[in-house]
């Protein structure tokens, strides 16, 4: 019996040492398995709490730095608890911020393999900045298990970039206005998103990008303000826990997993905006939630006196290429595809990921190259924001063959160009080529450029034809935060006006920046709203604003209805001819098979003096039997533009699709409707953009 007995206790020792790997809470047969990586520290205590507002917990397990410890990793197994417990860690050790090493036994640190995160009603960022206990307005991890949920043979999507139309948007602020008409339970969740599905299927749209849906901190922001965007991540697991409408502490898992699913039934992908680069946590005088308690040392990039070094602009930089920080990355990435179904990622202030912990940039930086190489993210959409707030800048030279990078080049080039700035004229043309200045030498598709001349960062599009300087004084900074340089013009009146005039002109910008985004080649991308004309009333940094200067004001859908519509005739017929062409052309193949030829005013003269406003493009497929002529007049007085004799053209007729001077419906004409053009010039009014057509009859048939 004593010798039976002996056994037995050993193996029960031996259980609930548990397991170092997998890292996170672990829902096994008889209870969970807790992992987590914490280095120098001298000890560990594992918190279970009952109710995420609970300022004791109803459970402390102090681990054995002898049998619950294997390097660096600390690790126990519960019996008799599973999915939606409530949990947390205390991590003592030496508070030396010269030697990197914060550690604060007072404070409740979150898992950061956390799956879930429960927010207490009294969450407090202060109690975490200071010393002493906060367990009462701490977040708290909650043990998940994703095997129970019923996906119903969903899977990722996979859509070609040459049939991507991407729509990037706010999960909370698309459906958070009264005017949503999504059920007030409802409005600014996942749920209230899947409601609105139908009009992103209408608009035609093929993949959204929500701007960051990991759980951040709401009050990193100023006082008396929230942070509305989301780029203070405190958690690379779990989902924000405010867009959720479900009760209880696993409702944002599930109805995360319903929203994806819903979207892929409506053939929608779905892109997440992903914070790689900084935490919440700040600099030195921010609060502890998590990493900074674990392992600061090792998570953050340090100068060699133990200070933050900061390429974000936010107070710290994650120090991603160091091998801990890359196996988080990585498999935070896997866990959102696997377990999560989302079709792709864009890394926000993605450089940060080509430097080292001393923040200098790598020629070969390891964590790209892991997930360059990646099979698990293989066919998974990667987008790349190539730059930071360190001054590097990477547009054109990101690292591998799979991802595509947001061009800013293009934004900038076709916002100057559209609104009268000279010397712009040839860089319009590259741009609207897909770049060949930038992309050419790669020999890369041209969907690597994602276009677009507005995003969630500045002017919304309606904001841009309508002010001439940033008003973020709403923001309480002074209007100090937000770029200066927007290259907007208020076409004569700052703000909102009632002349006719001024806005008949501003109509016809918004049309013409539309029409330039969804025309150009590569991979587009629209701003939520911009359909709509949605205002920010100036503010280009609405980060704080929780509000209706950040909230899709629905109204504008019906007092905007024609350049909802202009949009939404140009995506289909992008769509269209996307659909019919090859999915894996290079940039360099398109423009060697398709015959190019410029123009100005005159036929084969362009002008690309320094003083031009004015361009036009004729584009021969390589099939013959569809052509497209293009004029830009980006000039303050009308110009007539020759067009090319249709004589040898397909069909023999040149027909108008897009006028931008005109009202709607003439604007853009259906696809199978279009009005013939007679004469052999166009008179283009000013700041106007024209395509004619020539095409076959076959051509013109509405695929099925």
Not at 21 to 37: E, Y
């Amino acid at each position: 019996m004593a010798n039976s007995s002996g056994r037995s206790g050993r193996k029960n020792a031996e259980q609930l040492k548990g397991n170092t790997s997998p890292l996170g809470a672990t829902v096994t047969p008889g209870g969970v398995n807790f992992s987590v990586f914490a280095r120098d520290c001298s000890g560990v205590e594992l918190l279970l709490f009952d109710r995420a507002d609970d300022a004791v917990p109803s459970r402390v397990i102090t681990l054995d730095p002898k049998q619950n410890r294997t390097y660096h990793y600390w690790h126990v197994f519960v019996p008799g608890i599973g999915a939606g417990q409530l949990y947390g860690y205390r991590v003592a050790g030496p508070f030396e911020p010269q030697r990197g090493r914060r550690f604060d036994p007072g404070k409740v640190l979150i898992d950061p393999y956390g799956r879930a995160v429960a927010v207490p009603d009294g969450y407090c960022r202060g109690d975490a900045c200071l010393p002493g206990d906060n367990a009462a307005s701490a977040m708290k991890s909650v043990v998940a298990d994703p095997r129970g949920y019923n996906w119903e043979g969903d899977l990722p999507l996979k859509r070609p970039y040459s049939s991507t139309v991407i729509y990037e948007m706010h999960v909370a602020g698309f459906t958070r206005h009264p005017s949503s008409g999504v059920s007030n339970d409802k409005r600014g969740t996942y749920a209230g998103l899947i409601e609105k599905i139908p009009y992103l299927k209408e608009l035609g749209i093929t993949a959204v990008e929500l701007l960051p849906v990991f759980q951040f901190d709401p009050l990193d922001a100023p006082l008396g303000l929230r942070n509305y965007w989301g780029y203070s991540p405190v958690s690379f697991f779990a989902p924000h826990a405010a867009y959720s409408s479900k009760q209880g502490p696993l409702g944002p898992l599930d109805e995360f997993r319903d929203m994806v699913k819903a979207l892929h039934k409506a053939g929608i992908e779905v892109i997440l905006d992903v914070v790689y680069n900084h935490t919440s946590e700040g600099d030195h005088n921010g609060p502890t939630f998590c990493f900074r308690g674990f392992a600061n040392d090792v998570y953050y990039s340090l100068a060699p006196d133990g200070s933050y070094l900061n390429h974000t602009g936010c107070g710290n930089t994650l120090n991603a290429n160091h091998h801990v920080v890359r196996r988080l990355i990585i498999d935070s990435l896997h866990y959102w595809v696997k377990e999560m179904h989302v079709d792709g990622f864009r890394f926000d202030l993605a450089s940060i990921l080509s430097r080292d912990g001393q923040g200098r940039p790598l020629k070969d930086p390891p964590i790209l190259w892991d997930i360059e190489s990646d099979p698990a993210l293989a066919g998974i959409k990667l987008i790349a924001e190539a730059w930071d707030a360190g001054g590097l800048y990477q547009v054109g030279s990101f690292i591998g063959d799979s991802w595509k990078e947001w061009n800013g080049e293009f934004r900038d080039d076709v916002r100057r160009f559209l609104k009268g700035d000279e010397g712009m004229v040839s860089r319009f043309a590259a741009r609207i080529l897909a770049s060949p200045d930038i992309y050419g030498h790669q020999e890369r598709e041209p969907e690597q450029s994602i276009n677009f001349v507005t995003c969630h960062d500045g002017f919304t599009l309606n904001d841009l034809v309508s002010y001439n300087k940033k008003h973020n004084e709403a923001n309480g900074e002074g209007n100090r935060d937000g770029s200066d340089a927007n290259a907007s013009w208020n076409c004569g009146v700052e703000g909102p006006t009632d002349n006719p005039a001024i806005e008949a002109l501003r109509k016809r910008q918004v049309k013409n920046f539309v029409a330039v985004t969804l025309l150009a080649l590569g991979t587009p991308m629209i701003l939520m709203g911009d359909e709509a004309r949605r205002t920010q009333l100036g503010n280009n940094n609405a980060y704080c604003q929780d509000n209706e200067i950040g909230w899709f004001d629905w109204n504008k859908v019906e007092e905007h209805a024609d350049i909802h519509r202009f949009t939404k005739e140009l995506i289909r017929a992008r769509l269209r001819q996307s659909e019919a062409s090859a999915d894996s052309i290079t940039l360099s193949q398109l423009l060697g098979q398709a015959r190019l030829e410029w123009h100005g005013v005159r036929l084969g003269t362009p002008d690309w003096s320094h003083e031009s406003h004015s361009i036009a493009l004729t584009v021969r497929s390589n099939t013959k039997s569809l052509v497209f002529h293009y004029m830009v007049n980006a000039y303050w007085e009308p110009l007539s533009f020759m067009l090319p004799s249709p004589r040898k053209l397909p069909g023999g007729r040149w027909h108008r699709w897009i006028d931008t001077s005109l009202d709607s419906p003439d604007d853009i004409a259906p696809w199978d409707e279009l009005p013939l053009v007679e004469g052999e010039s166009y008179r283009l009014p000013p700041r106007s953009l024209v395509v004619v057509v020539a095409k076959n009859r076959t051509a013109s048939r509405t695929r099925s």
